[in-house]
RNA sequence: GGCGAGGUAGCUCAGUUGGUUAGAGCGCAUGAUUCAUAAUCAUGAGGUCUCGGGUUCAACCCCCGAUCUCGCUACCA
């Protein structure tokens, strides 16, 4: 028994100690048939901006990549719809999600496409040589063909009424009405959801990835090796794997996509789902020509932000194809957020039920960071979460404005007032002065932790406490009475006031880098790195700030019904189309 | 239908292996304060921990059942 504890003590030490010396990133591919929306933002890309940034700080050799999603069936049918090829499709919406994201702020080393010719070259190749070495299994079935739209269905395209329980409107792999399980074969009036032909059964082959050859291998990986995984990603594999796996179609018959790299392969793609993750590799090599110490090194840590709907492709699928290629590193966590709803109701690209990024920049020109603190206070870490605009508002009224920003105003306007903008010498300090600088200190560890257990939200909550300890500071040592008798000790106080708002320019960077980059501009210094985080030496006397602005502003009534009022049009529209 | 995750204060969330009085922020109330964007600071009120059983000296926590939300269910992505 007591060998046992030991050994355990031994192993925790281990893995604590097991010494990483680079940080791949990952965010998941947005899919490039809409633009991005805040539950983009709040499950994926802002989590990992928040890593990404702290790891640089700390001067990390870190890369994060991510880009496009562009192939698959519904491209191609928003694309017959509008008229358009799928390539232009993807070219709008490429542009549009990049461009969002680049003025938000989110900072990829690349943000690269699926339908780049590196992709293209990577894919092909990571199939052929899993074919060569005979790591598939090929299949003949029969699935259903609409001869008018003259392409297979996927089970999803297909429509009809519901064996088990006679509803209209069931989908060939399921029926929403009762939640059954289908196959197309089994629904009663099959209909092709892309022409409303009836479809014909079709002789078709396919590669599949046995996965149930790999079964043993994730089992141990995941059940015994990384537990501590959050209980969502943990539960669902464990789901998955004692279910038993199975071989796992990788081709689909359509004309959009990268083509089967065998003979014999005519019309026939990737699956998304294969070749969507290796864009992740393919956009290292777009970065660096150095991109397989980051996939194949074993000191490099790769973690993969993505939502709870992608957990089986990161966890189960995408690790079985890079062990059955060999020579790639496996994920060291797949940190997956919950669901964001707004107002109440699921977000919805279709039914327009969205707050979408590029809009938001536009109609709140400055406020990127109100955006990026709120959806990381609201952050969907545990279970679904509601963004609501009062939530909005009342978040930057009460917390960015009123708690964050008045502190650093409070503190480089009686700067001014008292010492001529320039930064006072520090003299003797009372207990209660180095018991805030000692809070400070402590915040420092709590932040790390929390990020680096990819607690974002309380991470966060911490940053917020250093300017909460700023304002109780200033409060109880008064230093607009104190200035009446004794400026030296003003003197002190402002001068750990500043301080604290140097150190808030350090800890707010990760979550909100447009606030740090205001900051340093009024304290007239060049960025920080997270090591001066918890010194009070950041400042040096004498040190001229430069001119204070206010940090935010306040959100008025008048902006958040107009945005209400937005979502009602989009409500009453989507009624209206429903009815036609 | 099966499986997974979740349901804790008015709102948004914490709650470590079961252990005295279940915590935080916002909101609300009262007081203090006036350097600061009516911003801050202190104090306080506010809980049948979704519901019903069970195990235990002791349950938000473990077990059984019900219920609601979301996800997955292998060709939607």
Redesign the pocket.
């Known amino acids: 028994m007591y060998e046992f504890y030991y050994l355990c003590t031994l192993l925790d030490y281990l893995i604590i100690m097991k010494n990483f010396k680079r940080y791949l990133v990952t965010s998941a591919l947005p ?1 490039a ?1 809409g633009p991005v929306h805040i539950g983009h933002l709040a499950g994926v890309y802002i989590p990992s901006d928040i890593y990404t940034r702290y790891l640089r700080l700390r001067g990390r050799d870190v890369i994060h990549v991510c880009g496009s ?1 562009e ?5 191609t049918i928003k694309a017959k719809k509008e008229g358009v090829t799928p390539q232009q499709v993807v070219d709008r919406y490429n542009a549009i999600i990049k461009e969002s994201f680049r003025r938000f702020g989110i900072s990829f080393d690349i943000y690269s496409r699926t339908s780049s010719p590196t992709h293209h070259q990577t894919a092909s190749d990571f199939f052929r040589k899993l074919y060569n070495e005979g790591q598939f299994i090929e299949q003949t ?1 029969e ?1 259903y063909f609409d001869p008018e739209a003259n392409q ?6 297909i429509t009809g009424t519901c064996p088990k329980c006679g509803a209209e409107g069931a ?4 029926c ?1 009405k ?4 289908l ?2 074969t089994e629904l009663i009036n099959p209909r092709s959801a892309i022409s409303g032909a009836q479809p014909i059964l079709k002789q ?1 082959k ?1 590669w ?1 990835l046995p ?2 050859k790999h079964e043993d291998f994730l089992r141990n990986w995941i059940l015994e090796q990384h537990k501590e995984w ?7 594999c ?3 794997l ?13 004309d959009w996509g990268i083509p089967v790299p065998v003979d014999g392969a005519q019309g026939k793609v990737l ?3 294969f070749d ?1 993750p290796i864009g992740y590799i393919s956009a290292t090599k777009d970065l660096t020509t150095d991109w397989e110490k980051y996939w194949k090194s074993e000191d490099t840590k790769m973690v993969h932000f993505i ?7 990161h966890c ?1 699928v995408f690790p079985a194809m890079l062990r059955a290629h060999g020579g790639y590193n496996l994920p060291e966590n797949v940190p997956a957020n ?2 964001l ?1 707004l107002e ?1 109701q ?1 977000i919805s690209t279709s039914r327009n039920w969205a707050v979408w990024l590029h809009e938001y920049l536009d109609e709140f020109p400055g406020k990127e960071d109100v955006l990026r603190y709120v959806l990381c ?2 952050a ?7 963004f ?1 605009w ?2 909005f508002q ?2 930057n ?15 480089l ?2 700067t001014q ?1 008292y010492f001529n903008n320039q930064v006072p010498k520090r003299g003797p300090l009372t207990d209660f002065d180095k018991q805030t600088m000692e809070q400070v200190v402590a915040l420092k560890t709590e932040i790390e932790q929390n990020i680096e257990n990819y ?1 974002f ?2 991470a966060l ?1 911490e940053m ?2 250093l ?6 500071y ?3 040592t ?4 104190v200035a009446k008798t004794d400026m030296e000790r003003t003197a002190t106080i402002l001068n750990i006031a500043l301080q604290i708002t140097a150190n808030l320019a350090i800890a707010c960077e990760p979550f909100m880098p447009f606030t740090s980059d205001k900051l340093l501009m009024m304290l007239a210094k060049e960025p920080f790195g997270w090591e001066q985080l918890g010194s009070f030496d950041i400042l040096e006397t004498a040190h001229t700030l430069g001119k204070a602005q ?5 959100i008025e009534d008048e902006a958040i019904e107009a945005q209400l009022l937005k979502l009602e049009a989009a409500k009453s529209a989507n009624a209206e189309a429903t009815v036609e």
């Open positions: 899919y048939n999603d192939h698959g069936v519904p491209i079935t699935q297979f269905l996927a089970d999803r395209y989908y060939g792999d399921q929403e009762c939640g059954s399980t196959s197309p078709t396919h599949f996965l149930d959050k209980p969502n990603v943990y539960g669902q464990k789901s998955w004692d279910g038993g796996l199975m071989p796992r179609a990788v081709s689909r018959d359509l699956y998304v789902w969507a939502g709870k709907d992608n957990i089986v492709f189960i919950e669901f709803n109440g699921k206070a609201n969907p870490e545990t279970k679904d979460n509601d609501t009062r939530d009342a978040r009224n009460s917390e960015l404005v009123a708690i964050f920003g008045n502190f650093v105003n409070r503190a306007v009686l007032k607690k939200r309380e909550r917020m406490n300017a909460r300890v700023g304002n109780k200033l409060a109880d008064e230093p607009w009475k206010l940090l935010f502003d306040k």
